[in-house]
């Protein structure tokens, strides 16, 4: 089974003007090419395994190009796959 993270970024203004961007790195193998460049306020990791930690950072880059450093490692759960109990 199979599970998502959505990660949102809140009080972020001008990613569509010039180089401005978020990169987002994730540390596990199955997010890796994920990741990336995006020049919008979220991004949806898809087809993650069940009940796994999961570790991102970011780091941001203005509309001149300037990059801030990266920021320390989120860890992040999937959800555990439910279970069905048969009486």
Do not use: H
Not at 18 to 41: L, Q, R
Not at 50 to 61: C, G, H, I, M, P
Not at 71 to 76: M, T, V
């Amino acid at each position: 089974s199979v599970t998502s993270i959505k990660l949102k970024f809140k009080n972020i203004n001008r990613l569509t003007i010039g180089d401005a961007g978020i990169n987002i790195e994730c540390k596990n193998d199955d997010c890796k090419k994920a990741g990336g460049w995006i020049k919008i306020k979220s991004k949806n990791f898809s087809d993650l395994k069940v009940n796994t930690k999961y570790s991102f950072r970011l780091q941001a880059k203005n509309s001149e190009s300037q990059l801030t450093a990266f920021s320390d490692w989120l860890e992040l759960f999937t959800l555990a796959q439910q279970l069905k109990i048969l009486m």
